[in-house]
């Protein structure tokens, strides 16, 4: 039986990171792996996620978007909400099952949200459709944090911007989530980002994943043979927003309490920057880099105080290391001596593209 | 009425700093192409510096002010050299990323320097205040001020991208880089002038900032002001100097309308609702040339 490129691509990426994770559990239960990095094992799966699902829109549908975090905060509310609406209402005591559910719900209010969002911020392009998804990321942001949401004999109660609402309460507008259940784990962290991969690399390789790829490369030339460009804007943005509503719900319920403010701006850009760092439209970069920077500031503890500075120039300096004309003049040319050839290679220009 | 009147000049005030700072990202974006998210931080430091000259020198707020504008202007240029230029030829996104490294390194920087307690900012000009209306309409002499200053920064900068050489230059470099160098215009220098510019402009917006509506400084203090800003110059129509300050003045009304009126907590959801119906039809900003695309 032959396979195509592809599906062995895709099959070799689901090994990889099955084995990651059996490397990871084994590591945990035989002790060798410290408590802080045991901690970041659910984060750096919701990051992982949320970098691969934000690379779909930013590499492979070619648009910048900056409010990437709006779609995990609904869908890390709409987690914590249903997950004890499940407990309150249903006496539902499974987690696993309750996560699941949960994380469901996260992905569809998300994509939800996305198709709402998705419909004015496609009308427009480049820098200004950046500036649109930021601005949707903030106003999510300001009305989560008027919402209050309460369980009463297993009702749930709902009200904008006044807290006068019967039983006990879940989330409670600008203080957030309140004593959620945390019954996010590990492996379901891990079955996400299987899940993830999945739908992105079938997507990719799919009829519309090229008709997406089309739109991206030239607009005008696509729309020229048919190509709905709209239409596949839409259907990346949305798939987008669904895993990163799916990434929130996990994140959420790793979290007793949580509130808005944690999906600002600034982890909007953190995704940005896992998708930059690991290379635009390229979904193995976005895993890595997600998985050593969420790590980074771990490791740097030994710098102590100065470790969010040194961060900062370990960002600037790979950055430049990778983009700079000059220093990747001189990696090409270093790369062509250690493989006997000549100097003067053809330069290749910009960030790669899948 | 006396209420209503209050909140407006209130909005004018912190609109008026919008526009300052409005004014160093559009000018930016229109020669280097590039979103300079450092830039609020760059607010954040030059108000640290006045906090200090101030409080640790005595000296008076004049030069406090001053001695921000060169610091910021040197930082400014040391930035562009060192973290934007060896970029110039790159995705523009490399860049953007860049630009977001140089923010953590200056809000964190800053963090070590001054710590995260807030420094409590008292006014950089206390000269009393104007009472109109038999004394019920009572403007501070900070948002007099503030408001005065912005319309002598956008007259000298108008001047200046309108007579100068070095304006013309900026103008040109904006429009085409390649032809602008074939002109023999010094593009490396017009950028470094415009970052140098947008840099002082951001030390006294960052004096007025804290002096008006955000006395407590932290190093965070320079984000959202920063982000407001640049929703403010992408309102008016990014690259344009009038669009900066109409975009400023109206976000700063807005949101000051928006809090009296209607909620705290959703003025800045307003602030953004009406940005993206404003862009839903007018796709390049209130003034913004139109795009046009080539086949």
């Not at chain 2, 320097?113 to 900070?142: D, H, M």
């Amino acid at each position: 039986m032959k396979l195509k490129r592809s599906t062995v691509d895709a099959l070799t990426s689901y090994g990889i990171v099955i084995a990651a994770f059996v490397i990871a559990q084994l590591l945990i239960s035989s002790g060798s792996m410290s408590r802080a990095l045991q901690g970041q094992m659910i984060p750096i799966c919701v990051y992982i996620v949320m970098a691969v699902s934000l690379n779909l829109v930013v590499g492979i549908s070619g648009e910048l978007s900056l409010g990437h975090a709006g779609f995990m905060s609904v869908g890390a509310f709409t987690g914590a909400i249903v997950s004890t609406w499940l407990l309150g209402a249903f006496n539902m005591e499974n987690t696993t099952l309750r996560l699941l559910f949960a994380i469901i719900a996260g992905g569809l209010v998300a994509a939800v949200a996305g198709v709402l969002i998705g419909i004015p911020v496609l009308r427009l392009r480049g820098d200004y459709l950046a500036i649109v998804t930021l601005a949707f990321g903030e106003i999510i942001r300001s009305v989560v944090n008027c919402l209050y949401f309460s369980l009463d004999a297993g009702r749930l109660y709902v009200s904008f911007n006044s807290p006068d609402i019967p039983g006990k309460m879940i989330v409670s507008g600008p203080a957030g989530t309140k004593a959620i259940k945390t019954i996010a784990t590990f492996p379901a962290g891990f079955v996400l980002i299987l899940f993830t991969l999945f739908i992105v690399l079938n997507l990719i390789n799919s009829r519309s994943g090229r008709a997406i790829k089309a739109s991206r490369d030239n607009r005008i030339a696509a729309e020229a043979v048919g190509v709905n460009v709209t239409k596949y804007k839409m259907m990346a943005f949305v798939i987008s927003a669904m895993l990163a509503g799916m990434a929130g719900a996990l994140y959420g319920l790793n979290f007793s309490t949580f509130t808005a403010a944690k999906f600002k701006f600034d982890t909007s850009i953190l995704v940005l920057v896992f998708v930059v760092l690991g290379g635009i439209g390229n979904i193995w970069g976005s895993i890595v880099a997600a998985a050593l920077l969420t790590v980074l500031p771990e490791l740097l503890r030994a710098f102590s105080d100065y470790r969010m500075l040194v961060y900062a120039i370990v960002l600037i300096l790979v950055m430049l290391a990778t983009n700079s004309p000059v220093l990747r003049g001189l990696f090409a040319r270093l790369a062509n001596l250690l493989r006997g050839k000549g100097a003067d290679a053809p330069e290749k220009g910009g960030i790669s593209r899948v | 009425m006396v209420a209503f009147l209050r909140y407006l000049i209130n909005g004018i005030s912190l609109g008026s700093v919008y526009a300052i700072i409005a004014l160093g990202y559009s000018m930016v974006y229109g020669i280097a192409k590039m979103l300079n998210f450092a830039h609020g931080d760059i607010i954040m430091i030059g108000a640290y510096i006045v906090y200090c000259v101030m409080v640790y020198l005595t000296m008076p707020p004049l030069i406090a002010v001053l001695c921000a504008v060169v610091v910021c202007t040197i930082l400014g240029i040391v930035i562009e050299r060192l973290a934007y230029k060896p970029l110039r030829q790159s995705a523009s996104l490399a860049v953007l990323i860049t630009a977001i490294g140089v923010s953590y390194f200056l809000q964190n920087a800053a963090m070590l320097i001054w710590g995260s307690n807030p420094k409590v900012f008292s006014s950089v000009f206390a000269l009393g205040s104007l009472r109109l209306l038999n004394g019920e309409l009572v403007i501070s002499s900070e948002t007099l001020l503030t408001i005065g200053a912005n319309i002598v920064i956008m007259v000298a900068l108008t001047l200046f991208t309108g007579k100068t050489k070095m304006g013309k230059a900026m103008r040109a470099v904006s429009e085409d880089k390649g032809a602008a160098e074939l002109m023999g215009i010094n593009v490396n220098r017009t950028i470094s002038m415009t970052f140098a510019i947008g840099s002082a402009l951001a030390a006294i917006a960052g004096a007025l900032l804290c002096s008006t509506t955000n006395p407590n400084l932290v190093p965070t203090t320079g984000s959202m002001p920063g982000i407001k800003a640049f929703t403010a110059a992408v309102f008016g129509g990014i690259g344009s100097i009038p669009g900066a300050l109409i975009g400023g003045l109206l976000l700063g009304v807005i949101e000051i309308l928006g809090k009296a009126y209607i909620s705290t907590e959703l003025s800045d959801a307003l602030v953004f609702a009406v940005l993206i119906i404003v862009l839903l039809f007018k796709p390049a900003g209130l003034l913004g040339k139109p795009m046009r695309e080539k086949v």
